[in-house]
């Protein structure tokens, strides 16, 4: 066969419609004719891109899809076997898709292709997986409560960094805590009635909960004191009052 295959001939091949004969004939042709080897691998990238611009519908306009769904529909052309079929073979060609599609839903939708088992879904249904989710680390808290013991409350902070971020509010709550705000922390907490002693803070940010039924309060962290209870009003050592004091830890 000296003639070069035309393109109806590749679809068929990649949509698996040649006959035995046919189909043997066109690999032959494709494994000694570099012209046509190339036309075959561009023929499975393009269908591949296809399903891509779908999915590029949902990126801003800047990124221009390559071809409407209405246009991929229309076409009875892309079947899902195709599509499938057109990834695997975009996965051979190696690095093709990712230079394509930077950043690449593509990737993922390759993926799921290739996990994927059964072909013969309608290029309708061919709609774009859902993004993975990214990894969302939740905002976790720790901590522990508890209540003053005949008004006083002693609350001390140990291994405090530098810097660590200190917020204290006075509650209508009986009881007062410290909360460690993330979810990486390996702060410790112990209590005993009246008190509550925090240990390897960290640079975990600290929320601290203060009863205003509470007549006797102190926090100290690292060893010093920083805030008390003076009145109706927490008390920050410089000076700074109010029903709820933010501060860093110092040098
Ligand atoms: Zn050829």
Redesign the pocket.
Known sequence: MTQ??DEGVLYALLDDELSPVEEQRARA?IAS?R??SASFQATGASSTLLSGGLRLLDVPRSAKPFVTPAAVAASPRWSGAALARAAALLLMIGGAASAAVPGSPLHSWLEDQRAGSEPGMATTTVAAPEPAPLAVTPAAEAGAGVAPEQGVLRISVSGAQPGLSVRVVLTDTPRGGVYALGADSSVRFETAPGALAVADAGMTPLRIEVPRSASDVSVTINGRRYITKDGEELLLENGTRGGEVTFEVAE
Do not use: I, M, P, V
Request: proline letters at 0%.
């Open positions: 070069h295959l042709h004719c012209e046509c």
